[in-house]
């Protein structure tokens, strides 16, 4: 006959921890702590050897510190913050929201945490909307050469283009975007169909904030003078015209020669497509 032995909750054998929950509880706790961070009121206790090895950079500042210094004063970062990047030293993950993305892609990239770097990327990759596309085109265009963030954005602007406007959210105000990512970004778009006119509304209001961040008159030399070269990449022969009787001729972004061209264009398109549709019809 067969016995089994049944154990009680109170006499079952401990749960072996993880080696990440292990690192987690020594980070937490702070036991045989060798360092310490302090940002604004908070104090993190940490471990040179596990900076060292998975942040070589940090690892050598801390080496660098008097023996005398009590702790590290950290003034470009809130300790949530710097507590989630010691997190992913610690267990090569943490927490990663919409909120703190940024600062923590600016931390690993202070101290060349590339595996960080890239987790971060990832994350922005997969939730790129119509209210985050100009904040991640803004972080990825620093990061163009090494991560498809940028990228990706500059693939998806053209779907979310009529419901966004170049500015972006700094904190505590919304700003323009860079001139020189709007100028990617106008390089990247010209040519794709049906989009010319929304995109030339798109950037005539960016040219008026930047003017009042710059605290400039809005003047159409002004506007001029803000967009730079970024009306050279315009494709004046795609607008109806309206705009170009209007917006590009009130702001003066083509010479009259080539303005009279556009509309030559226009006449003779027009015409030819009257003369189809008579052929069509007989």
């Known amino acids: 006959m067969n016995s089994k032995i049944y154990l009680s909750p109170k006499n079952l054998p401990p749960k072996c921890l993880t080696l990440a929950q292990t690192f987690q509880n ?3 706790s702070g036991e045989n702590s060798d360092v310490v961070f302090k940002i604004k009121d908070q104090d993190i206790r940490a471990h040179k050897l596990i900076i060292s090895t998975r942040a070589p950079k940090l690892g050598e500042m801390l080496k660098e510190l008097p023996s005398t210094e009590e702790y590290i004063q ?3 970062c809130k300790p949530e913050d710097f507590k989630c990047f010691l997190t992913f030293l610690y267990t090569d993950d943490c927490c990663i929201f919409s909120a703190n993305v940024e600062q923590l892609t600016d931390i690993a990239t202070k101290w060349d945490v590339k595996p960080l770097i890239r987790k971060c990327m ?3 990759e997969n939730q790129i909307d119509v209210t985050s596309i100009l ?3 803004t972080i990825g265009y620093g990061y163009r050469n090494e991560y498809n963030l ?3 954005c500059v693939n998806m602007l053209p779907d979310l283009l009529p419901d966004i406007n170049f500015i972006v959210n700094n904190g505590s105000k919304w700003v323009p975007i860079s001139y020189d990512l709007l100028l ?3 390089q990247n778009c010209n040519y794709i169909d049906g989009l010319e006119e929304t995109l030339l509304y798109k950037i005539l209001h960016w040219a008026k904030k930047e003017c009042q961040h710059r605290k400039l008159s809005v003047t ?4 001029r003078l803000a967009l730079g070269n970024i009306t050279e990449y315009i494709n004046y022969n795609l607008l109806s015209p309206e705009t170009l009787a209007t917006v590009v001729y009130k702001y003066q972004f083509l010479p009259s020669e080539l303005l009279l061209e556009c509309f030559c264009k226009l ?3 027009e015409e030819a497509n009257i003369q189809g549709a008579i052929g069509a019809a007989v």
Not at 220 to 223: F, M, P, V
């Open 267 to 269: 006449a003779i398109e």
């Open 150 to 152: 940028y990228q990706k």
């Open 26 to 28: 020594l980070l937490d």
């Open 74 to 76: 950290l003034t470009d």
């Open 122 to 124: 990832t994350f922005m």
């Open 135 to 137: 904040r991640y085109a």
């Open 184 to 186: 990617d970004l106008v």
């Open 220 to 223: 159409a030399h002004n506007i």
